[in-house]
């Protein structure tokens, strides 16, 4: 089965493209965001303090006619500490700001993602790797949080801190910032070359990292495996060897990285030198004062951070992009089955009759799993769905819950078509129990409530009672309140399924379906529990996809399905005679069970 | 809310510690990274005396005389230069040290937690949840060794610092007093700082590992929420827990706020209180304008490496965390022991001894005073209902576990005197869940051992896998597992089971194997597996009248106990819960049938 994944229909947005996407999805990040960047501004103005301070002590003060000139020093001081006080209030400002407008927008991002996630079809969701929706309503936002509050914050005060320095250093001497830029031009290119290297690199790191994961993961998910088979000294080769991989590529990235920061150091003291050399000759000639070449080279130092922290911050400016373009691929990510929501119909009150209209159904790119289903199930009649693996049964149960929509073909309940109708009047009257009963890490009775939010304990137990499994929740360690572990592991597959049926009994559905819900279950608690489903199902409809042909025995009609085809329908009582697949079935079922 | 308290200085020392013990793990890239860093503070403080130097003897002189002089121009120009470049080489030193001495630290201590899973017993992985024993290996093992990164750089600052204090003094003793407050001042700030911070992003850590736990869970359960139509209440859920971390990390915001301004302006400051002083230092004639430069410079240099120290101290308390949950794994005990016994691997099937065996699973004793033994080739089949402890039998008898009290002997061999390894040559066991390997088909049945392409594809035979794995885009070379080729629940089993059988086992131990396969495959693979001679002595978990009948015995334990053994049919007659069991189904028919006709009956009257 292939369904197209995020990654493939993930336009090959830019970077800039991504961000403009982003901030149009998202519009807390929007809030505020001028006043942000002039605090931000301002509030790189202390930094241009100290050269500016140096400057005029030694022009005015120390070089003034007459010696020192104190007062004018310390006049001096006192406005640059006034500037000093007036940036710091702004990068207060500032960074409550950005905290709270980024923290905002990231929070309201990963909320939508998620719901998006849940909103998504089956298919969509299947075709993912679980990890990997996972990691983009976290590990994915958060590297934008990181980004926003260090890298992004830098770029934009690095940006603001070159233009005034800039500014400074123009109103002091063109032609020693123009050197300064001569400079500085190489290492933009040096750093480009470097930086296109350092991605190649972090991304190595980012792999071996995975495999590594991966690896390491075995020794915990494979831990019955590895002792029975004593497998234990390969497993350890081979973690060893993805630990040494990921070792071996992190330093080689860590050596590229020191690198090229080192380069800025170079280029700085190039600049410097240069300016020196320069500066005297122009202050020879008498176009520029000490105190400006002096203050010059305190400029410098502002000059080089920037560009030296550049390397770092584009990786990291990458890696955020690339969050962000997996966040937004999920939004961007169309609901094909979407809840029509307010314009959508309601189920009409009552039991509930099914109907399949011409129904075909394929997983995209994959040839037809059902072909022209059509027919009709009555309200109130208890159907069993048989087929071989492979045959299109559990596609059909899909279909009757829309998880999925047919590619052709139209799937009605008592006469409204599936695709109008409301979720939140389908959810609550059409339940299904899916073969995986997954439990959540909390006890029994919680997981129970799932089905009806509300109930109380005692319904519950009553639940429980009437399914005929008081016994079994009696014998559980803490009753109704045991907790049942992480998806559920600490019950056996059969108890989970048993909570399972349980939790679908309490939500009282009108149309139930169980899509071999008890396989793993034993067959005396199994027919029991059918029995009394049997009972309590009376007055709903029941249709249930059934591995075991017991369940067909006892069912009002048969559907058989092979071959994506639907080849058979009626009584047990008929069928089994009939020489047709059924019977075909029946016979290997009995040699199987007899 | 309130928050989180302020970091104990009992962490700070424990921190400490910590990296104390990386430096006696790692010496030598220790020291390569802190000579590194302490050249990178020489040269800083040196670039500041050269442009001192520069200042007072080229500059000054050369625009005050209005005469460039080229050989004291060309000196400064590679004064200036050379003085970079030995910083360049304390840079490369102190990074790469550092990095590879994190790095290492990291790999080393994966390798000892990984090294204790495969050491530990299976009870303990059962005791501790997967994700928490990941966690140990990945982000517990990376914060550990967080703090080394930034290290080194921190070692050379306080070098740095000391020396700087010292020429300040040299130089002149009023601005060295400015020094003596401002950098000790960035200092405390700095500690401040962390101090204030650093329990609020272990805050915002923990929360963001529970925003994950929560998208994991409902991710992993997407159908049931689906199903339920509870989509709504489960982004209530995840919604809450993200904002929790949107406010913990714009009260960060906060703390970072007031700090970060604090610590920029500072050095600035106090480079304003160098020049005021300075310049009546100069006026008095105690110091020339090129010292000022230079102590002016200096202050500007140091102000950024300063903050090192508290990068470090920032890290220290979600190391210790980290630290604390790896030596949990690292100082776990309980490891199986092995005796130096061995066992002949081809004497043709085993005979198997279950003798008076309890297991407790936590309070609840899952099987008690069970007794079994089985003859050579022998297929016994084990029943019972639903949580009666078949697995657990099934585990013990290849010794995934140990039994509380009793013994499980091979050929009379209690299997506890057996060596590491010698009993995976004798017995294979096909567990209930399958497991796949990150590996080729080939890989995932051979797990290294040295078997023919031949014997693989006879094993896969069979297991009735051969005709889907032939179907494989690169046959047994096509990775399957985790990131490979997805298959099928059957399939997946029909792997495991090929899995065992290639290894010709003297004892088979089948739990439930086959729980995922059509009926009609699954009766080729046990109409294989019993015509493949008496080569095993098999023990398999069943439910399905087929797999009994291929036994030669059945075993029904109920409520961790044997209460019946026998042929299936001795058993019908003897055991109750057995017929129960077995019957149900037919049972169910024949009430059926008999409601039926009473419905007629009805019908009729």
Same mark, same amino acid.
């Given at each position: 089965m292939t369904a197209p994944t995020m990654e493939s229909r993930a336009t090959s947005r830019g970077a800039l493209a991504t961000l403009a996407h982003g901030l149009r999805l998202t519009p807390e990040f929007r809030e505020g965001l001028g006043f942000t960047l002039l605090l931000a501004l301002i509030s790189t103005g202390g930094r241009v303090v100290v050269p500016v301070a140096v400057q005029q002590t030694i022009d005015k003060g120390l070089n003034a006619p007459g010696g020192p000139d104190l007062a004018l020093v310390r006049n001096a001081c006192l406005l640059?500490?006034?500037?000093?006080?007036?940036?710091?209030?702004?990068?207060?400002?500032?960074?409550?700001?950005?905290?709270?407008?980024?923290?905002?927008?990231?929070?309201?991002?990963?909320?939508?993602?998620?719901?998006?996630?849940?909103?998504?079809?089956?298919?969509?969701?299947?075709?993912?790797?679980?990890?990997?929706?996972?990691?983009?309503?976290?590990?994915?936002?958060?590297?934008?949080?990181?980004?926003?509050? !260090?890298?992004?914050?830098?770029?934009? %005060?690095?940006?603001?801190? *070159?233009?005034? #320095?800039?500014?400074? @250093? +123009?109103?002091?001497?063109?032609?020693?910032?123009?050197?300064?830029?001569?400079?500085?031009?190489?290492?933009?290119?040096?750093?480009? !070359?470097?930086?296109?290297?350092?991605? %190649?690199?972090?991304?190595? *790191?980012?792999? #071996?990292?995975?495999? @590594? +994961?991966?690896?390491?993961?075995?020794?915990?998910?494979?831990?019955?495996?590895?002792?029975?088979?004593?497998?234990?000294?390969?497993?350890?080769?081979?973690?060893?060897?993805? %630990?040494?991989?990921?070792?071996?590529?992190?330093?080689?990235?860590?050596? +590229?990285?020191?690198?090229?920061?080192?380069?800025?150091?170079?280029?700085?003291a190039v600049a410097n030198g240069a300016v020196i050399w320069v500066g005297v000759l122009l202050g020879v000639g008498g176009d520029l004062t000490t105190g400006r070449l002096v203050g010059f080279l305190f400029l410098v130092t502002l000059f080089v951070q920037p560009v030296q922290i550049a390397t770092e911050i584009l990786n990291e400016a990458q890696n955020a992009v690339a969050g962000m373009r997996r966040v937004l691929d999920v939004l961007d990510t169309p609901t094909d089955v979407a809840d029509p929501g307010d314009d959508g119909a309601v189920l009409p009150p009552g039991p509930v009759a099914v109907r399949f209209a011409h129904v075909d159904f394929a997983y995209p790119g994959g040839p037809n799993v059902l072909h022209d289903v059509d027919l009709e199930i009555a309200a109130q009649t208890r159907v069993a769905v048989v087929g071989e693996t492979g045959s299109g049964k559990t596609t059909f149960a899909k279909l009757l819950t829309r998880l999925m929509d047919p590619t052709s073909g139209d799937v009605l309940l008592s006469g409204v078509a599936l695709r109008r109708l409301r979720f939140s009047s389908l959810r609550t009257r059409v339940v299904?129990?899916?073969?995986?009963?997954?439990?959540?890490?909390?006890?029994?009775?919680?997981?129970?409530?799932?089905?009806?939010?509300?109930?109380?304990?005692?319904?519950?137990?009553?639940?429980?009672?009437?399914?005929?499994?008081?016994?079994?929740?009696?014998?559980?360690?803490?009753?109704?309140?045991?907790?049942?572990g992480e998806r559920g592991e600490h019950l056996s597959v059969g108890e989970r399924q048993l909570v399972a049926v349980a939790r679908a009994y309490i939500a009282d559905p009108d149309l139930l379906v169980l899509d071999e819900a008890t396989s793993a279950v034993d067959p005396a608690t199994e027919v029991r529990l059918n029995r009394a489903l049997d009972s309590l199902t009376r007055g709903r409809t029941t249709i249930a996809i059934a591995h075991r042909l017991s369940t067909a025995e006892a069912a009002d009609e048969v559907l058989v399905v092979d071959k994506g085809v639907v080849v058979e329908r009626g009584p047990h009582a008929e069928l089994v005679g009939a020489g047709g697949v059924y019977s075909r079935l029946h016979a290997s079922w009995m040699s199987q069970s007899r | 809310m309130s928050p989180p308290a302020p970091v104990a200085a009992g962490v700070i020392r424990r921190g400490i510690g910590i990296l104390g013990v990386a430096v006696r793990e790692e010496p030598r890239i220790f020291a390569l990274s802190a000579v590194g860093s302490a050249l990178f503070g020489l040269t800083t403080i040196g670039q500041a005396y050269v442009f001192g130097a520069i200042t007072e003897r080229v500059i000054v002189p050369n625009i005050r005389d209005g005469e460039a002089k080229t050989a004291g121009l060309a000196i400064a120009f590679l004064a200036v230069v050379v003085t970079a470049m030995l910083k360049v080489v304390g840079i490369i030193a102190r990074r790469l040290g550092a990095g590879i001495m994190q790095y290492r630290l990291q790999a080393s201590y994966r390798r000892r937690v990984t090294r204790r899973y495969l050491e530990l017993p299976l009870e303990w992985h059962q005791e501790h949840p997967t994700g928490e024993l990941l966690s140990n290996a990945n982000s517990d093992v990376e914060a550990t060794w967080y703090p080394i990164a930034p290290f080194p750089f921190a070692v050379g600052v306080l070098f740095m610092l000391v020396v700087t204090l010292g020429l300040l003094f040299v130089t002149d003793p009023v601005l060295a007093l400015v020094g003596s407050v401002v950098f000790p001042a960035i200092a405390t700030?700095?500690?401040?700082?962390?101090?204030?911070?650093?329990?609020?992003?272990?805050?915002?850590?923990?929360?963001?590992?529970?925003?994950?736990?929560?998208?994991?869970?409902?991710?992993?359960?997407?159908?049931?929420?689906?199903?339920?139509?509870?989509?709504?209440?489960?982004?209530?859920?995840?919604?809450?827990?993200?904002?929790?971390?949107?406010?913990?990390?714009?009260?960060?915001?906060?703390?970072?706020?007031?700090?970060?301004?604090?610590?920029?302006?500072?050095?600035?400051?106090?480079?304003?209180?160098?020049?005021?002083?300075?310049?009546?230092?100069?006026?008095?004639?105690?110091?020339?304008?090129?010292?000022?430069?230079?102590?002016?410079?200096?202050?500007?240099?140091?102000?950024?490496?300063?903050?090192?120290?508290?990068?470090?101290?920032?890290?220290?308390?979600?190391?210790?965390?980290?630290?604390?949950?790896?030596?949990?794994?690292?100082?776990?005990?309980?490891?199986?022991?092995?005796?130096?016994?061995?066992?002949?691997?081809?004497?043709?099937?085993?005979?198997?001894?279950?003798?008076?065996?309890?297991?407790?699973?936590?309070?609840?004793?899952?099987?008690?005073?069970?007794?079994?033994?089985?003859?050579?080739?022998?297929?016994?089949?084990?029943?019972?209902?639903?949580?009666?402890?078949?697995?657990?039998?099934?585990?013990?008898?290849?010794?995934?576990?140990?039994?509380?009290?009793?013994?499980?002997?091979?050929?009379?061999?209690?299997?506890?005197?057996?060596?590491?390894?010698?009993?995976?040559?004798?017995?294979?066991?096909?567990?209930?869940?399958?497991?796949?390997?990150?590996?080729?088909?080939?890989?995932?049945?051979?797990?290294?051992?040295?078997?023919?392409?031949?014997?693989?594809?006879?094993?896969?035979?069979?297991?009735?896998?051969?005709?889907?794995?032939?179907?494989?885009?690169?046959?047994?070379?096509?990775?399957?597992?985790?990131?490979?080729?997805?298959?099928?629940?059957?399939?997946?089993?029909?792997?495991?089971?090929?899995?065992?059988?290639?290894?010709?086992?003297?004892?088979?131990?089948?739990?439930?194997?086959?729980?995922?396969?059509?009926?009609?495959?699954?009766?080729?693979?046990?109409?294989?597996?019993?015509?493949?001679?008496?080569?095993?002595?098999?023990?398999?978990?069943?439910?399905?009248?087929?797999?009994?009948?291929?036994?030669?015995?059945?075993?029904?334990?109920?409520?961790?106990?044997?209460?019946?053994?026998?042929?299936?049919?001795?058993?019908?007659?003897?055991?109750?819960?057995?017929?129960?069991?077995?019957?149900?189904?037919?049972?169910?028919?024949?009430?059926?049938?008999?409601?039926?006709?009473?419905?007629?009956?009805?019908?009729?009257?």
């Open positions: 640059a500490a006034a500037a000093v006080g007036v940036t710091a209030i702004a990068n207060y400002l500032m960074n409550v700001r950005l905290y709270r407008t980024t923290e905002n927008g990231l929070a309201a991002l990963r909320v939508r993602a998620f719901r998006r996630v849940h909103d998504l079809s089956m298919l969509h969701q299947a075709a993912e790797r679980r990890g990997s929706l996972v990691s983009r309503v976290t590990s994915d936002v958060d590297t934008i949080s990181t980004f926003m509050q !260090f890298g992004g914050l830098l770029i934009v %005060v690095s940006t603001a801190q *070159v233009l005034l #320095t800039t500014v400074i @250093m +123009l109103a002091w001497s063109w032609q020693l910032t123009l050197l300064v830029y001569a400079c500085f031009l190489p290492l933009v290119f040096t750093i480009r !070359f470097f930086q296109r290297r350092l991605e %190649v690199a972090y991304g190595r *790191v980012r792999e #071996t990292i995975g495999r @590594m +994961l991966g690896a390491v993961a075995e020794s915990v998910v494979g831990a019955s495996v590895i002792r029975a088979y004593g497998v234990q000294a390969r497993t350890a080769e081979r973690i060893d060897g993805a %630990v040494a991989d990921t070792m071996q590529a992190q330093k080689k990235a860590q050596t +590229l990285a020191a690198i090229t920061f080192s380069a800025g150091e170079l280029t700085a299904m129990v899916p073969q995986d009963g997954f439990l959540f890490d909390s006890t029994v009775a919680d997981n129970v409530r799932y089905g009806r939010p509300g109930a109380t304990d005692d319904e519950i137990a009553l639940a429980f009672t009437e399914l005929g499994l008081a016994d079994w929740v009696e014998q559980l360690p803490a009753g109704l309140a045991s907790p049942v | 700030l700095t500690v401040l700082y962390s101090r204030r911070m650093s329990p609020l992003m272990t805050h915002a850590q923990q929360l963001r590992g529970e925003v994950s736990t929560i998208a994991h869970e409902s991710f992993d359960g997407a159908l049931v929420v689906k199903t339920l139509g509870r989509e709504s209440d489960e982004t209530d859920r995840f919604r809450a827990k993200a904002h929790e971390l949107r406010d913990t990390m714009t009260a960060i915001g906060r703390v970072r706020g007031v700090f970060d301004p604090l610590m920029e302006a500072l050095p600035v400051l106090g480079v304003l209180v160098v020049l005021l002083v300075g310049t009546s230092r100069v006026g008095s004639g105690a110091i020339d304008s090129g010292q000022l430069v230079r102590v002016a410079y200096l202050f500007t240099l140091l102000a950024f490496p300063v903050r090192a120290l508290g990068w470090v101290l920032n890290e220290l308390p979600r190391s210790v965390v980290g630290w604390d949950r790896v030596q949990r794994v690292l100082t776990a005990t309980g490891a199986q022991e092995y005796g130096d016994g061995s066992i002949a691997a081809d004497a043709g099937p085993t005979t198997l001894t279950v003798e008076a065996v309890s297991f407790r699973h936590g309070a609840a004793e899952t099987l008690s005073e069970v007794a079994l033994d089985v003859q050579p080739g022998r297929t016994v089949a084990l029943v019972g209902p639903t949580g009666s402890g078949k697995s657990t039998l099934a585990g013990l008898l290849v010794r995934l576990v140990d039994p509380h009290t009793g013994q499980v002997r091979y050929d009379d061999l209690d299997v506890r005197e057996l060596g590491p390894g010698a009993l995976a040559q004798v017995a294979a066991l096909v567990p209930q869940q399958t497991f796949l390997f990150d590996d080729t088909v080939r890989g995932n049945i051979t797990l290294g051992a040295d078997f023919s392409d031949e014997d693989v594809w006879a094993a896969l035979r069979l297991a009735q896998a051969d005709g889907f794995v032939a179907a494989l885009a690169k046959g047994l070379d096509t990775v399957v597992g985790e990131r490979g080729t997805t298959l099928s629940g059957g399939q997946r089993q029909r792997l495991a089971l090929a899995r065992a059988v290639v290894r010709r086992p003297r004892l088979l131990v089948l739990d439930d194997a086959t729980s995922s396969v059509d009926p009609s495959v699954e009766q080729r693979i046990l109409a294989g597996l019993r015509d493949s001679g008496p080569a095993s002595t098999v023990v398999v978990v069943a439910y399905r009248r087929a797999t009994i009948a291929l036994a030669d015995e059945v075993v029904f334990l109920d409520g961790g106990r044997i209460t019946g053994r026998g042929t299936h049919d001795q058993l019908l007659a003897t055991s109750a819960g057995y017929r129960d069991l077995v019957t149900a189904y037919e049972r169910a028919e024949v009430e059926r049938a008999a409601e039926h006709a009473g419905d007629e009956f009805e019908v009729l009257t």
